[in-house]
């Protein structure tokens, strides 16, 4: 079992900053894969980036690659996100996901097998 909590959402005016956190427990955080994904009003969940087991690796979705950074601290138990240069489109809920099953996954989020409860990002313009 691997429980998830995301933190740091809030409201931001375009072109400003955030940084997310997921705090992980049970299993071992550093031997599974973590990604971030988003999801709108009326929209599907959506991919936003993935990071391997040991943060050697990454994979962002087009709409966030240069703005956004994913990384994890395995010391802390801990995956984060960076959002800079935010823009309304990026407003969501923020999930975090873990898949541990594979040290790295992608942007399918039937890959993932825990999810965290998410965290609301709001972009003003």
């Known amino acids: 079992q691997v429980q998830l909590v995301e933190s740091g959402g809030g409201l931001v005016q375009a072109g400003g900053s955030l940084r997310l956190s997921c705090a992980a427990s049970?299993?071992?955080?550093?031997?599974?894969?973590m990604g971030w994904f988003r999801q709108a009003p009326g929209k599907e969940r959506e991919f936003v980036a993935a990071?391997?087991?040991?943060?050697?690796?990454?994979y962002y979705a087009d709409s966030v690659k240069g703005r956004f950074t994913i990384s994890r601290d395995n010391a802390k138990n801990t995956l984060y996100l960076q959002m800079n240069s935010l823009k309304p489109e990026d407003t969501a809920v923020y999930y975090c996901?873990?898949?541990?099953?594979?040290?790295?996954?992608?942007?399918?989020?039937?890959?993932?097998?825990?999810w965290g409860q998410g965290t609301q990002v709001t972009v003003s313009s």
């Open positions: 049970g299993r071992t955080f550093k031997s599974y894969a």
């Open positions: 996901a873990a898949d541990t099953t594979k040290h790295y996954s992608d942007y399918v989020p039937n890959e993932y097998d825990y």
């Open positions: 990071i391997s087991w040991s943060g050697g690796r990454t």
